[in-house]
């Protein structure tokens, strides 16, 4: 069976720090894998989604940025946190753009 | 532009009795749709989907209906259980192409003992 996880589970930065956090998906191969943020009281805005090794499509244009270095782990990155990146980030996995199943979710807090 | 509209922030029902969520969309090219349950502090949860070719799928106490015309999907529940209180998100994707999904705002569902 296929698991996503998640790492950290939570997470609180200072406002400038570099941020990573990542993803991996086990018991499939090629996945499409997908970064997404809930903000507090907010549905789930999708910011980064990927097809393929090396291959990143951005939706939102933010401080913040995707890797795809294996089939299957995803990174999501940033330089210079801001206050405004805080939320609850998940990441997502799918074959064939039917289910898409989400990990347990990382919990940021930019202060 | 929110492609995807969840218009009930919130919904209280009594247990035992229906649970009815509702989500529409515009684009018309959507061609399979989803929907989610959400506990606070972890990741959604796949509930039931169904496909643009078909206009109802049920799967336990979840159905879930497909007015194409009306661009118009609803999450039935019955008989409603007070382990259903969660936020339910419906999602809608292209099965080609991007493989895109395009999530509601989320409506929560408080299920009254």
């Known amino acids: 069976s296929q698991t996503i996880h998640q790492w950290p589970a939570t997470l609180v930065q200072p406002v400038g720090s570099p941020l990573s956090l990542e993803c991996t998906v086990e018991?499939?191969?090629?996945?499409?894998l997908y970064w997404y943020r809930q903000a507090a009281g907010r549905g789930l805005q999708l910011l980064f989604y990927?097809?393929?090794?090396?291959?990143i499509s951005s939706e939102v244009p933010q401080n913040l940025s995707a890797s795809r270095p294996q089939d299957r782990q995803f990174i999501l990155s940033s330089k210079k946190l801001l206050l405004s990146d805080s939320g609850f980030y998940l990441c997502a996995w799918t074959r064939g753009g039917y289910e898409q199943y989400f990990g347990p979710g990382t919990r940021l807090t930019v202060t | 532009d929110q492609q995807v509209k969840q218009n009930s922030p919130s919904l209280s029902v009594q247990e035992g009795r229906i649970s009815i969520l509702n989500c529409d969309y515009t684009n018309s090219m959507f061609d399979y749709f989803l929907w989610y349950k959400k506990y606070p502090a972890e990741g959604p949860t796949f509930l039931i989907s169904i496909s643009s070719i078909k206009d109802k799928n049920e799967d336990g106490r979840f159905t879930v209906f497909l007015n194409k015309s009306a661009k118009h999907l609803s999450l039935h529940i019955v008989p409603s259980q007070p382990g259903d209180s969660a936020v339910y998100f419906c999602a809608a994707s292209l099965t080609s192409g991007t493989y895109k999904y395009i999530f509601g705002t989320g409506t929560r569902l408080k299920v009254l003992a």
């Open positions: 990927s097809v393929g090794i090396g291959q």
């Open positions: 018991g499939t191969s090629n996945p499409n």
